[in-house]
């Protein structure tokens, strides 16, 4: 079954912003997601898959520098969701964006399915 879910993607000119949210399900909820590590990758065409942002469950941040002081990742454990603000978006940002749960004290990663940011110049 699906556990994580991303919405949000689009299209947006230069310079333009776009909120992605991913939503927790099932047994990705509650313990699960309050205790996991969330983080957003990024997948263009014809590339590898690489990561964006992380959260700890503390609330820790971290940005590949490709994107540092323009996205902030963010998380709501009551909903059960991350989220990743990007702003000042340029077309290297296009890609499809996935989020990734990975479970407290383990390597096991959870992936929702993409949700396409297409950037145009």
């Known amino acids: 079954q699906v556990q994580l879910v991303e919405s949000g993607g689009g299209f947006v000119q230069t310079g333009g912003s776009l909120r992605l949210d991913c939503a927790a399900s099932g047994t990705m909820t509650g313990p699960t997601f309050r205790l996991a590590t969330l983080a957003w990758y990024r997948q263009a065409p014809g590339s590898q898959r690489d990561w964006v942002a992380i959260i700890a469950p503390g609330n820790t941040t971290n940005f590949a520098q490709s994107v540092k002081g323009r996205f902030a990742i963010s998380r709501n454990n009551a909903k059960n969701m991350v989220s990743l603000q990007m702003n000042s978006l340029k077309p290297e940002d296009t890609a499809v964006y996935y989020c990734?749960?990975?479970?407290?004290?383990?390597?096991?990663?959870?992936w929702g399915q993409g949700t396409q940011v297409t950037v145009s110049s």
């Open positions: 990734n749960l990975r479970t407290w004290g383990t390597t096991d990663d959870h």
